[in-house]
């Protein structure tokens, strides 16, 4: 890979590179091919920001755990004794043997199976025995991660001093209160290796232009697809009905529609730093759920009280995003995994009480995301292999159908220069 | 790995140990083994020459398109609306994604799976959608890779701008014609991953000092395990009577032996850069054929008009030979797959009305090449193995026997110093 | 990776590292982490220092041979038709192939297969064809390796000049005589490829800390895992039982119990550069034999006349231990394979004239030590991965339970600083 490097301007070995990128156009090679630029990207970007880490409904009682792998690091996060959630490193502070092996289960204490050190759910170190009595227990608890739950959501930080998470709670937990996920359980979750880089699969998710060949199922559903420059008269008007439907029948149940035009909501937004958003968008006429054929195929989740809510939307960079409708919620994650790989789980959630079989069939529920996905990280992995070649060289994106890929990019270079 | 790195006395890092290289003893270890040094192969030998792509036979009509992988790179080579084969990146300039699949196939139009920009056959940007008026599609074509076609054989050139191909042409298209591979059909290709740099393909090409104990079935049909020290009177005389058998029967077609004496012909010539040959050798008395009993095995290809016109062999450096009866053909190539790997593709071809099962049998076309091919990749492994231990040092080559071998080392690190 | 590195003191870029390290606590991550440092380690510690090979048993006649993988070298070790044992590469001297493939076998001499250049088993180079008359074959024997034998086990040193082995031999001699290596045969060998640092692998085999919970039938037949502070009064008084019953009954063969006390012996010792020790300790009453039920699993071996001996247990760094029951020895033996990966051979060896299915069964004879390596394997990789993270930093070792590891650490930083 020639590197078409600057000269270097600052004490940042990258600044020169970040520089060199050409506003509108994609990012210069390296960003995708070089390992080095992948571990600036672990250190930048994964750990100097809040990462989703699962779901608090898959960890309903005391001892319940699950771990995130993130790079090298695995975390456990695990509902304590007092039932709040705490992540913790699954590393002993013995010899440093990882503690849990599996990657979900439930535990009384987290006791390490090489000498049986014992700590209790919020990593105090209880008991260990042949140490001598001159080292204290207290400055041996599992080093903790910082970790924050908004309306089910769990995100966790792995720097010391964590950035600000008030700002998404804020902005997030009204949205996610009518949809339940606290009182929601995971129907199903599958992960994937996707072999392409993490910012390669973003960008695959901020734009619908790829939508009308890429995701045939997906377009029969919603609006995305269409931007302000090529919304036919008659879909603006289906758009402006669904909005108006929606206003009039949601605000008894104190929603609205906070999304009101075809293409994209704006996210994210580089300037004011923003990594998170959410919002209510309307669904066309006729479906009432993200599925194959737009009809309910779970019972209502959390607050409402009837199916005609739209989606609820919600991304929060660099790694989560989720489509709920009104009887199920799809998650997405992404995690890194190497140059040019990501590990993505997607999960599936429908309301607690839900029956598979009886008030839910997988077949119903998955087809619609499941099928998003697997072309999605076609598409990526395909692009990856291009942006490979000695021949690739930045390309334009399109300003009205593109622009929340710009958008992402330079919220990307700003999280690197502001890191350095 | 202990590089034995003489302090350096040029601009080239690698100058110093291309010096340390000693005449006629075979390379240090890190040619074998750095990737630093595959990464300069790459790009002082690889991307600086011609490169075998395929058969222009496999690209029969418009649209038929094949892949070529060179390192990091796909290159598609496609034949126009005019009838002209293209070799064009496989890379669209909107955001790089490849747009090509599959190894080969026919196309109308190259589109790219991501968000539709479509290429005419010559690269140029037929259509995008979306895409902002003050861009100008002009600017976006296909990054194109030069091509240039030799009696069937196509060959590309990855640099902006191409070393002299005219030599070649005139040397082989002379040669090539009376064999009609543009009249010829691929029978069957085979891929093979050989874990050994592509040097070490190339020596054991270049020597039939091996072929004794390696190719028992193959030193029956030929002549070149003899060297002048060690002809044996008796096969000298069948030499002789070989070229002379040649000489009478060959002119009226026009043909003639071009390698009159036992032994391989020299090739590289490194003084004189030529990195392309050909010549037509006698086979052994009986032998009309490259096959396992010398018998013909397809009908007669090209302009000939009997079976007894030995064998022409061709070869290009850094990645092609080939040895055609009058029968059949069979090319070999080389593609670089990493350091101490190569993609290897043999194919059989036989004249294009032959027809399977009718005129010819796999079972008795392949076999000769076949073992002498798996022979030789299992040979290049166990050296790789013993050449990357620490006790390997540069050994001497025979003169006698090992003298083209000698001379591919020369060839290759004229290369080598030449495009530092 | 953050590599904590202070600034460099001396010319040995790993001094400060070395130097970082604070004693009674575990490395700091880069020891079990960095390719730089397995590189150092390979360097340092494995080519200058005896490695076990094999058993001299294995190699009966003149041209057995066995190969020994060591990083990237493969070293024949081949009974010679005088009957000693020599170790040569196995890398040809005209082209550097590999010479033998096939891990053992039998040869009458060793021919390269790509040209015919034949070896004695001495390594002399005895003939090769068409080299030119100008270079002498005395000039191109194959590179040897220093090899010595002490009481049938073999091992090597890759330096030019080997440091001593005279005190290894003078130290397991004697303890080796009576076990009759030398007239054993070797029942089972199982290939391991664990995915750790082989001194990961190392620091387990050097306490028995976790021997309580991790090897359940290991701890009913040893005291290892009693240490001065917490063993009971009831099972000090079965230990000096045990050593009285020894000192009573092994007296007439000249044996004498050499470990008197529970808990693991001492070793290595850094501080006199002492890199292998032996002795014989008592096992639990009731067991003669590492078994699973302690009872006999196959006749006595080598000059033992009853079976009541404890066990001979041997190690020597960086790559060999061996517990030995009255009927049977078991030899581990370690290899690094990369970083974070090391390759295990586990040995059964019986007396050579015990029959299969009518003297021992391996489904008796194999239990103890395979479910011992497989636990330990394990718990290696287990520590592996945490150590892996960003998280992990050194811990205390247990000053009653781990002494030995420190002692390991402290032999392993020496070689490493000495080594330089």
């Known amino acids: 890979m020639t590197h078409p490097v600057p000269a270097l301007s600052s004490a940042d070995p990258l600044s020169g590179l970040i520089a060199s990128r050409r506003p509108g156009w994609t990012l210069p090679q390296p960003f995708f091919t070089d390992p080095a630029i992948h571990r600036a990207d672990l250190d930048r970007v994964w750990r100097t920001g809040w990462l989703f880490a699962c779901h608090s409904c898959e960890l309903r009682g005391p001892g ?20 709040s959630l705490r992540a913790l490193h699954n590393v002993c502070r013995h010899r440093g043997s990882a503690i849990c ?23 105090r170190l209880l008991a260990w025995r042949g140490m001598q009595p001159e080292l204290k227990k207290e400055d041996f608890s599992l080093r903790s991660v910082h970790l924050r739950e908004v309306g089910g959501l769990v995100f966790i930080h792995l720097a010391a001093d964590p ?46 232009y790829h939508c009308d060949a890429g995701h045939p199922q997906y377009i029969r559903a919603n609006f995305d697809h269409y931007n302000s420059g090529d919304t036919p008269p008659l879909v603006r008007t289906q758009m402006e009905a669904a909005v108006a439907r929606g206003e009039a029948k949601w605000a008894a149940d104190g929603l609205a529609p906070t999304h009101r035009e075809t293409g994209m909501t704006r996210f ?3 300037g004011r730093g923003i990594w998170y958003s959410g919002n209510r968008t309307p669904l066309v006429e006729g479906w009432v759920s993200e599925s194959m054929d737009g009809r309910q195929v779970a019972p209502l989740m959390g607050d409402y009280r009837e ?33 040019q ?41 395909r692009q990856q292999r291009g942006i490979n070649s000695s021949a690739y060289e930045p390309g334009p994106y399109s300003t009205s159908k593109e ?18």
Not at 67 to 77: F, K, M, R
Not at 180 to 207: C, F, M, P, Q, T
Not at 349 to 366: I, S
């Open 64 to 83: 319940d755990y699950q771990l995130v792998e993130v790079d090298t690091d695995s975390v456990i996060v695990v509902r304590g004794e007092d039932g």
């Open 101 to 123: 092996d599996e990657p979900r289960g439930h535990v009384s204490k987290l006791v390490c199976p090489y000498h049986q050190w014992a700590y209790g759910l919020d990593g």
């Open 163 to 208: 950035s600000p998470f008030d700002g998404a709670e804020a902005c997030l937990a009204p949205l996610l209160r009518p949809q339940g996920l606290l009182r929601a359980k995971v129907a199903k979750s599958v992960d994937y290796l996707v072999k392409a880089d993490w910012k390669i699969v973003w960008e695959n998710n901020r734009e619908c």
């Open 268 to 270: 994210p937004d580089a």
């Open 307 to 339: 199916a005609d809510v739209g989606t609820l939307r919600m991304r929060a960079l660099p790694n989560f995003w989720n489509h709920s409708s009104c009887d199920h919620a799809v998650t997405t994650r992404l995690l890194p995994a190497g140059p």
């Open 341 to 381: 790989r990501t590990a993505i789980r997607v999960w599936w959630l429908v309301h607690e009480d839900a029956v598979e079989g009886r008030d839910y069939e997988l077949a119903q529920l998955m087809p619609f995301w499941q099928l998003t996905s697997d072309q999605d990280w076609v598409i990526c992995e």
């Open 403 to 420: 622009y929340n890929v710009e958008g992402f990019v330079r919220w990307y270079l700003e999280r690197m220069k502001h890191n350095a």
